[in-house]
């Protein structure tokens, strides 16, 4: 018995050595088939940095399970999968960075499937190539971020998803980031095509807490895609620092769900905010120029499924905005929405259309020769110039002599602190990440504080 136990051990030692001794140690390989990529993946150790020679690989079918690797093209932009070529990414802590997925076809399939935590996707361009997701986020994962990522003319086939799909769940919260990527000319119908850039959540999902940070990001002529470029379905989200370039046909739509931010986003020649369902949603330090007829700058929906109530609307600039809309005309109309601070700069028609009782208007100015669409009081309303001026950047912000310097009011009540997010709910920055004074009434009216600063 003894002996046979001995014999027993000495067999396990050696067959576990052996499997140590087939795994790559930590270190560079390069590969330049996709079974060896496959190969080195699964023999792969922590640290592992695996390089993908310079070609196009077609109908590629790469699955991740380990974890703290880093695959990466060789010559960053010089590795493209077409076909039907998707990675599935269930490790965690893993780097893929520097591909290119253009031109394939996976059909209702998504390119990249993420299982696991704390995957980072980077560098990489994603271009007319047919499939559901792009990146899709599973529910019950966190920490993902996707950066410097492009999404490009992706097709608006009768299968399209968005280009990014975060899922949520009720028990973890994903705290997935997007940042610094761009979004480019999607196909479709327009509408509600399905076809939108990033969607968080679904609808079914829309009391899960989800965390998600989408910033740095830039949108251009998305709408054909489906006219949310942004479509939030689920709780504690932030958009932020983000820029609607040309982009008529499309807005950031807090869909469903509570309780999420828009603070710090330019829309320009484009459409804006859209507000459908839910209770204390923020929209602050934002700048709207030239707003889409359609889509419009900013509207607030009356709708029946969770109607709107507990709206912030503080520090915007609106310079010749498109339709904003309150939600006046039906019978649920938003209540407890709160108006303080903004510039509304418009040169024809009207500013506010839709108007409902129950909203509150706190010291915002406008100017223009566009009238309010009501009379209000002049706590509420300023008729005076702000005094907007070009910048270097083409956007009109105040100038040193603005009547709109260090007379914000303070008698609104605060925005709503977002606990599982750095959120800045005391609106101690601007637009441009330039500080504000703690003391509310000597901060300036509009999205931007006053300096000379760059």
């Known amino acids: 018995m003894k002996s046979t136990l001995i014999k027993t051990l000495i067999c396990y030692f050696f067959f576990t050595f052996c499997i140590n001794c087939l795994k790559v140690k930590a270190g560079t390989i390069t590969v330049s088939t996709v079974t060896a990529l496959q190969s080195a993946i699964n023999t792969s150790t922590a640290g592992t940095v695996i390089l993908v020679a310079s070609n196009t690989y077609t109908n590629a079918s790469v699955t991740v399970l380990n974890s703290n690797i880093t695959i990466k093209a060789a010559t960053s932009g010089s590795v493209i999968f077409n076909g039907s070529s998707s990675f599935t990414i269930s490790g965690s802590n893993n780097v893929l960075a520097g591909f290119q997925f253009k031109g394939g076809?996976?059909?209702?399939?998504?390119?990249?499937?993420?299982?696991g935590n704390s995957n980072t996707i980077t560098n990489c361009n994603f271009q007319s190539y047919g499939a559901h997701n792009y990146i899709h986020t599973n529910n019950g994962t966190a920490l993902n971020i996707i950066s410097y990522c492009n999404f490009e003319s992706k097709p608006g086939v009768l299968n399209a998803g968005p280009a990014i799909q975060v899922s949520t769940s009720s028990t973890v919260i994903n705290y997935t980031k997007i940042r610094y990527c761009s979004f480019i000319n999607f196909l479709?119908?327009?509408?509600?095509?399905?076809?939108?850039?990033?969607?968080?959540?679904?609808?079914?999902?829309?009391?899960?807490?989800?965390?998600?940070?989408?910033?740095?990001?830039y949108f251009e002529n998305t709408g054909l895609g489906d006219s949310e470029s942004i479509s939030v379905k689920s709780k504690m989200n932030l958009l932020r620092y983000n820029t609607q370039n040309n982009n008529p046909d499309a807005c950031f739509v807090f869909r469903s769900g509570n309780q999420n931010s828009a603070y710090g986003n330019y829309f320009i020649n484009s459409g804006g905010i859209r507000v459908k369902e839910g209770h204390n949603h923020m929209i602050y330090n934002n700048y709207f120029q030239n707003g889409s007829a359609t889509q419009?700058?900013?509207?607030?929906?009356?709708?029946?499924?969770?109607?709107?109530?507990?709206?912030?609307?503080?520090?915007?600039?609106?310079?010749?905005?498109g339709p904003i809309k309150l939600g006046g005309a039906g019978s649920y109309p938003p209540t407890h929405v709160k108006i303080a601070n903004n510039i509304f700069y418009k040169t024809s028609s009207v500013i506010l259309t839709d108007i409902n009782t129950n909203v509150g208007y706190y010291k915002n100015v406008y100017w223009g020769g566009a009238s309010l669409g009501r009379t209000f009081l002049t706590s509420e309303f300023m008729n005076v110039n702000p005094l907007l001026a070009l910048n270097a950047f083409n956007i009109f912000s105040l100038t040193s002599n603005s009547p709109c310097l260090n007379v914000a009011t303070s008698s609104c009540p605060p925005?709503?602190?977002?606990?599982?997010?750095?959120?800045?709910p005391n609106l101690l920055l601007d637009i441009e990440g330039q500080a504000r004074t703690s003391t509310n009434t000597l901060r300036d009216i509009g999205c931007d504080e006053f300096s000379s600063a760059a």
Do not use: K, M
């Not at 076809?105 to 499937?113: C, L, T, V």
């Open 296 to 321: 419009g700058s900013l509207v607030l929906e009356n709708y029946s499924a969770n109607p709107l109530d507990t709206i912030y609307i503080y520090h915007n600039t609106f310079y010749n905005p």
């Open 188 to 217: 479709g119908a327009g509408g509600d095509f399905g076809n939108e850039a990033i969607r968080i959540g679904l609808s079914t999902e829309q009391n899960n807490i989800s965390g998600c940070i989408v910033e740095y990001c």
């Open 105 to 115: 076809d996976i059909g209702a399939g998504n390119i990249i499937e993420i299982n």
């Open 415 to 424: 925005l709503i602190d977002n606990i599982h997010l750095n959120d800045d």
